[in-house]
């Protein structure tokens, strides 16, 4: 079997406890990943020291939230970064903990790769008017980054993009997700018209047809992950250049370690 150049994973672990419990440090281990981005890890910087700094041979680098139990992202990497960016506003959503950044600069190329928690605005207007705010501010900074060097940012970006990208969209088209108005932004940040910024969906860029095979979250009501009643919610988005370079995606269900699934793009370049 052909090795790929670069591997990467993201998955949102719904607290990096919980998941580890059922058997996420020893999966992410043999995963092959060269990089792993977290989301949700839920934890602060005593328990992931004792615990979860590594998995397998990836040195992990943390954002973590303010609150205790709440929101924080990680990214695990095989190769050491040239350098560490925590954080992207300097305000409220650093305070959450929702964006580390690992880079990968030589003398010929300037390469990041991003981890990422977009708010989720299902628990009322007041956390759906912040998740409004945060895409306001994180668009910008995304294009600046763009202007300037390569990236490939993964998370959960708790929006899906069309109808093909869950399963009940006619009774959603009210609910925080998958919103008009959170559609336009994906739209937007897709596009390629001036003053869009040209990024590029890469799972759907290898993929642009599947629908029930795409899903990578679950509500925890019902039945709907037996009945696959999912929400493609967790995305590799990457500047043109890399994104080309996408070979292959897989969404790992043979074990479950949290609400959402892992999805994995191999990559046709070396960091």
């Given at each position: ?47 992931v ?6 998995v ?11 609150k205790?139990?709440?929101s ?53 207007e ?9 895409l ?33 969209w ?8 998958f ?13 390629t ?17 599947t ?26 988005l ?24 892992p ?9």
């Amino acid at each position: 079997m052909e090795v790929p150049l670069f591997r990467l994973v993201t998955l949102n672990l719904n607290g990096i406890r919980s998941a580890a419990d059922k058997g996420f440090v020893e999966w992410a281990a043999q995963t092959g990943a060269d990089c792993m981005g977290v989301q949700e890890i839920k934890a602060q910087a005593d328990v992931v020291g004792e615990r979860f700094t590594k998995v397998g041979d990836l040195d992990g680098h943390f954002h973590y939230a303010e609150k205790k139990g709440y929101s924080g992202v990680g990214l695990y990497s095989r190769k050491a970064p040239s350098d560490v960016i925590i954080g992207f506003d300097g305000g409220e959503f650093d305070g959450e903990g929702r964006y580390v950044e690992t880079r990968y600069d030589t003398a010929r190329r300037k390469l990041s790769v991003i981890s990422c928690y977009f708010p989720s605005g299902s628990s009322g207007e007041d956390r759906q008017a912040a998740k409004y705010r945060f895409l306001d501010l994180i668009y910008p900074h995304l294009l600046a980054l763009k202007a300037e060097r390569e990236f490939i940012l993964v998370g959960d970006i708790n929006i899906a993009h069309q109808a093909q990208d869950l399963k009940n969209w006619r009774s959603n088209q009210k609910n925080s997700g998958f919103l008009p108005e959170e559609r336009a932004w994906m739209t937007k940040l897709l596009g390629t018209e001036p003053g869009h910024a040209g990024l590029v969906d890469v799972y759907r860029r290898l993929h642009p047809d599947t629908t029930e095979a795409c899903y990578t979250w679950w509500s925890n009501r019902g039945q709907a992950y037996a009945n696959n009643v999912g929400w493609r919610l967790d995305y590799h988005l990457a500047t043109p250049k890399l994104a080309a370079t996408a070979r292959s995606a897989a969404i790992y269900k043979d074990r479950k370690f949290s609400d959402h699934a892992p999805l994995t793009i191999d990559y046709d370049f070396k960091l």
